[in-house]
T-cell receptor
Framework: GNSVTQMEGPVTLSEEAFLTINCTYT??????LFWYVQYPGEGLQLLLK?????DKGSNKGFEATYRKETTSFHLEKGSVQVSDSAVYFC????????????FGKGTKLTVNP | DVKVTQSSRYLVKRTGEKVFLECVQD?????MFWYRQDPGLGLRLIYF???????EKGDIPEGYSVSREKKERFSLILESASTNQTSMYLC???????????FGSGTRLTVV
């Protein structure tokens, strides 16, 4: 079945550093891909998404490109802020067009001033 | 914006109690989901529903049941709460493929 592998954390960066969180997937067909963010004590929020190969999702300075050839959807941000400290989850849609999402285990990011 | 509202942010219950976690969405979404989130285990799907009165088991349904009598409401029921059900419970809804989920703020349940 569809699955997603996300780099393990935690990740600790200084403010204004470059961020990459790796995400690779295994899937049949053409899944949609998502990044979610969870701030402390909150539920998950959709950060960005891409629905087909070569699509780039972007939001709040974060970007990720749907790379079918490498089955990847890495999250990047050029200059992180303290307020970006959160847990980030990569996800993809299920097999056969299922609406059920498959989530990675999450990567905790801490940004220090 | 779609809102998914979970009735309680924090809940403390005793072992053996019957517990109801309520989730309501306001945007006519067909699909609704219940997850639990535990450190080191990520999100695990308990139950989901694609339509009123319809339910399907997720990955960890044991000890739980659900009810969906109206489209906007999806309830998670712990028939007899146990300490290993202490967790963060997240409800989500979605419209159709490619849109992703909208999550509620979560209910942190402690069973003592």
């Amino acid at each position: 079945g569809n699955s997603v592998t996300q780099m393990e954390g935690p990740v600790t960066l200084s403010e204004e550093a470059f961020l990459t969180i790796n995400c690779t997937y295994t899937a049949t067909g053409y899944p949609s891909l998502f990044w979610y963010v969870q701030y402390p004590g909150e539920g998950l929020q959709l950060l960005l998404k891409a629905t087909k190969a070569d699509d780039k999702g972007s939001n709040k300075g974060f970007e990720a490109t749907y790379r079918k050839e490498t089955t990847s959807f890495h999250l990047e941000k050029g200059s992180v802020q303290v307020s970006d400290s959160a847990v980030y989850f990569c996800a993809l849609s299920g097999e056969g067009g299922s609406e059920k999402l498959v989530f990675g285990k999450g990567t905790k990011l801490t940004v220090n001033p | 914006d779609v809102k998914v509202t979970q009735s309680s942010r924090y809940l403390v219950k005793r072992t053996g109690e019957k517990v109801f976690l309520e989730c309501v969405q306001d945007m006519d979404h067909e699909n609704m989901f219940w997850y639990r989130q535990d450190p080191g285990l990520g999100l695990r799907l308990i139950y989901f529903s694609y339509d009123v009165k319809m339910k399907e088991k997720g990955d960890i349904p044991e000890g739980y049941s659900v009810s969906r009598e109206k489209k906007e409401r999806f309830s998670l029921i712990l028939e007899s709460a146990s300490t290993n059900q202490t967790s963060m419970y997240l409800c989500a809804s979605s419209l159709n493929r490619g849109r992703g989920y909208t999550f509620g703020s979560g209910t942190r349940l402690t069973v003592v």
